[in-house]
C-alpha cells in the first residue's frame, strides 16, 4: 500500500430500542369488578380523561349512608344551638324564680318564729326548700353552659357532625377510586383489563407513556465508553424500515456501568422532524461517529505488525516498509484507529510504501503490487441500508 492522504472515521454500531421519557402503568387501589375500558392501545388521551371504570354500587350505598348521618349531626347541632339553648335559658331563669321565692319563705319562717308564731320545725322545711332550688338553679346553669358555643353538649355534637363529615369524605373518595384516569397527556401502550374481570390493588390495568421527546436507549460495552461523548452524531434505521435512515443525536451516558453485563446505558434523541413510523420498543440500528478526520496519512490495520491500542493516543506499531526494494522493519506512532484502518502521526510520510498481509521477513528482497490507501480508508455513508443486519449481529461494530 502506498501511503496518501486520506479521510478517516471511526463509528461505533449497536442495537437500541425506542422509549418514551415516562413510562407508566395504572392499577385500582380497589378490588372491583370492571364495568367498561374507555380506551384502546394506540390511543392518544389528555390529562384527567377517564380510561376505566370499576361498579359502584356498595360504594354509593356507603356514601348514601355516610351523608345521612352527617345531615343528622348537623340537624343535632342546629337543634343545641338554637331550641335546645332557648329552653335551657328559660330553665334558669325558672329556677332563679324559684330560688327567690324560697330565700323569702326562709326569711319570713325566720321572722315568725322569733315572733313565736311557728314553730321551729317549720324553719327546717324554709331551709330544705331554699337548697332544692338552689341546687335546681345550678343545674340549669350548667345545662345551659353545657349548650353555649364553648359547651360541652355543643363541642360533642361538633365532633360528631366532624366524624360524619370526614365518613362522606372517605366515601367519595373511595367511589372516585373506581374511575382511572390518565395522570397527564399520554398514549396508552397496553390494555390489560376487559369489562367483567375481577381486579385486585396492585394489578397493572393499563400503560400509558406520558407525553414527552422520544429516546433511543441502548446498552453499550463498557470497553467503548472512552470513544462516546454527548452531541455526537449518529445515523439510525429501524430493522422493521431499512430503507428509512434517520439522523439522532447522543443526548446523555448513565453515570453507572451495569456490573453484571459489563456495559453503560445511553440515550439517543432523534432529530426533527421525527419519522412517524416510530412505536415504543421498536428495535433500531444505531451507528455513532465517534471520531473524524478530513485528510490524514492513513494505513489498513493489517499493515501493523504489532498491536496498537483502539482510541485517539500517542500508541507506537510497526510495520514494514519497502525500501528500494527491500523490507524494512519501520516503527510508527499511530492516532486515531478504526477497526479497519489507523491514521500514521509519525514514522512514516507521503508515498511511502507498506507492505500488508503474508511478506517476507525484514532484510528480504521483493517486488510489490502497490496500491494506494486511499480507497479502504474512505469512509462509507453511515447507516446504509445493508448495515441493519451486521448492526445487530455485532453488538458493538466498528
Known amino acids: 500500500m502506498q501511503v496518501a492522504p486520506a479521510p478517516l472515521l471511526r463509528s461505533l454500531q449497536f442495537s437500541?430500542?425506542?422509549?418514551?421519557?415516562?413510562?407508566?402503568?395504572?392499577?385500582?387501589?380497589?378490588?372491583?369488578?370492571?364495568?367498561?375500558?374507555?380506551?384502546?392501545?394506540?390511543?392518544?388521551?389528555?390529562r384527567g380523561e377517564l380510561l376505566l371504570s370499576l361498579e359502584t354500587d356498595e360504594l354509593q350505598a356507603t356514601l348514601a349512608q355516610a351523608q345521612a348521618a352527617e345531615r343528622q349531626a348537623q340537624a343535632r347541632l342546629a337543634g343545641l344551638r338554637g331550641s335546645g339553648r332557648s329552653a335551657a335559658q328559660a330553665s334558669v331563669a325558672q329556677a332563679e324564680s324559684v330560688l327567690l321565692a324560697a330565700q323569702a319563705e326562709l326569711q319570713r319562717s325566720r321572722e315568725l318564729i322569733a315572733q313565736g308564731f311557728l314553730s321551729p320545725s317549720r324553719l327546717d322545711e324554709a331551709r330544705r326548700a331554699e337548697a332544692v332550688a338552689r341546687a335546681q338553679l345550678d343545674a340549669a346553669r350548667a345545662q345551659a353552659g353545657a349548650l353555649a358555643d364553648e359547651g360541652s353538649d355543643v363541642a360533642q355534637a361538633q365532633a360528631a357532625q366532624v366524624q360524619a363529615r370526614a365518613a362522606v369524605l372517605t366515601a367519595q373518595a373511595r367511589l372516585a377510586q373506581t374511575q382511572l384516569r390518565a395522570p397527564a397527556d399520554a398514549r396508552v401502550l397496553d390494555r390489560l383489563a376487559e369489562p367483567g374481570q375481577i381486579v385486585q390493588p396492585g394489578k397493572a390495568l393499563l400503560a400509558l407513556a406520558l407525553q414527552g421527546p422520544l429516546e433511543l436507549v441502548a446498552q453499550v460495552d463498557e470497553r467503548y465508553l472512552e470513544q462516546l461523548a454527548p452531541g455526537q452524531p449518529a445515523a439510525v434505521l429501524a430493522d422493521a424500515y431499512p430503507d428509512r435512515r434517520f439522523a439522532a443525536r447522543l443526548q446523555r451516558?448513565?453515570?453507572?456501568?451495569?456490573?453484571?453485563?459489563?456495559?453503560?446505558?445511553?440515550?439517543?434523541?432523534?432529530?426533527?422532524?421525527?419519522?412517524?413510523?416510530?412505536?415504543?420498543?421498536?428495535?433500531?440500528?444505531?451507528?455513532?461517529?465517534?471520531?473524524?478526520?478530513?485528510?490524514?496519512?492513513?494505513?489498513?490495520?493489517?499493515?501493523?505488525?504489532?498491536?496498537?491500542?483502539a482510541g485517539a493516543g500517542t500508541e507506537r506499531a510497526?510495520?514494514?516498509?519497502?525500501t528500494e526494494g527491500r523490507v524494512e522493519a519501520r516503527e510508527i506512532r499511530v492516532g486515531l484507529r478504526t477497526l479497519a484502518a489507523v491514521e500514521v502521526t509519525e514514522g512514516l510520510a507521503t508515498g511511502d510504501v507498506v507492505l500488508v498481509g503474508a511478506s517476507p521477513p525484514p532484510g528480504s528482497r521483493v517486488r510489490a503490487v502497490i496500491r494506494t490507501v486511499e480507497a479502504l480508508s474512505q469512509p462509507r455513508k453511515p447507516g446504509s441500508a445493508g448495515d441493519a443486519g451486521s448492526a445487530l449481529t455485532n453488538a458493538m461494530g466498528r
Open 318 to 322: 510497526t510495520v514494514w516498509r519497502l
Open 16 to 46: 437500541a430500542r425506542v422509549a418514551t421519557a415516562a413510562r407508566v402503568e395504572l392499577g385500582s387501589t380497589l378490588t372491583g369488578r370492571v364495568v367498561e375500558v374507555q380506551v384502546q392501545e394506540g390511543q392518544a388521551v389528555r
Open 253 to 309: 451516558i448513565a453515570p453507572l456501568v451495569d456490573a453484571q453485563r459489563g456495559a453503560v446505558e445511553v440515550r439517543l434523541r432523534p432529530e426533527l422532524p421525527l419519522p412517524d413510523f416510530l412505536r415504543e420498543d421498536m428495535t433500531l440500528s444505531v451507528e455513532v461517529e465517534t471520531a473524524r478526520r478530513e485528510r490524514v496519512l492513513a494505513l489498513p490495520a493489517e499493515a501493523l505488525r504489532s498491536a496498537a491500542g
